[in-house]
């Protein structure tokens, strides 16, 4: 009688409502909201990374940075069923897909160097060890990983004419982050560059009636 009781109470039924999004905006729902934790868990990985490999490899009890980066990037594959779908979007979803999987490889490698700690040799010869291993080393440390921006930014593209600005903030945020850790050497022009790129992706989610170019093209030639 008591789970009866229980059952029916308002605290329960308002727990279950928000356990299940039922009071989300409307242009809002479930995968949007997936979307928008990845996307707070990969730039907070980031802001972290910015820090530099002694902060990352002190870490405890866990690397925190890594887990995040991990967990936030499979998330962002729910990116492939948010917009509009057509041929920029099958490209998109396939090398995002393909991104999300080098990502996890990535963090996977990462998680096991810091669990050398401050044992800077062990973690080099490991490092030595994956390099000369091609099936490991250019799927998860090469391409990987870019797949997964470019995939992410090919998204924000498709919106490039109805929203340019904010789709532009994903374009060109995303090599500027490979830009600032591969040349420029700076952490904290990769944090920002992560920023405004999540920033991008994020804006589009609140775009509730935007057509893709692809969409707007092919209502233009029926117009006519």
């Known amino acids: 009688m008591f789970w009866l009781g229980f059952g029916s109470s308002p605290l329960l039924l308002a727990v279950t ?3 299940t999004f039922e ?6 729902n479930k995968t949007k909201i997936l979307c928008l934790v990845g996307l707070t868990l ?28 991990l967990i936030g990037g499979a998330l962002l594959i729910n990116f492939n069923n948010v917009f509009p779908k057509n041929k920029i979007n099958s490209v998109a979803s396939f090398l995002t897909t393909l991104g999300v999987i080098g990502n996890i490889g990535l963090c996977a490698l990462d998680l096991l160097m810091w669990s050398y700690g401050m044992d800077f040799e062990g973690r080099a010869e490991l490092g030595n060890q994956i390099s000369k291993t091609p099936l490991i080393f250019y799927p998860f440390q090469v391409f990987g990983p870019s797949l997964l921006l470019i995939g992410l930014s090919l998204h924000a593209w498709n919106f490039i ?10 374009i060109l945020g995303a090599p500027f982050i490979g830009i600032s850790f591969f040349i420029l ?14 920033l991008g992706l994020g804006l589009l989610l609140f775009q509730p009636e935007n057509k893709s170019f692809e969409e707007k093209s092919e209502s233009t030639k029926s117009n006519k």
């Open 42 to 69: 990969f730039v907070i990985s980031y802001i972290m990374f910015s820090q530099g490999g002694e902060f990352i490899y002190s870490q405890k009890p866990i690397d925190f940075a890594h887990w995040m980066n």
């Open 161 to 170: 004419r109805g929203k340019p600005l904010i789709s532009l903030l994903a």
């Open 185 to 198: 050497k700076n952490g904290m022009l990769m944090a920002v560059s992560c920023f405004l790129f999540a």
């Open 17 to 19: 409502r928000c356990a």
């Open 23 to 28: 009071k989300l905006p409307e242009n809002m």
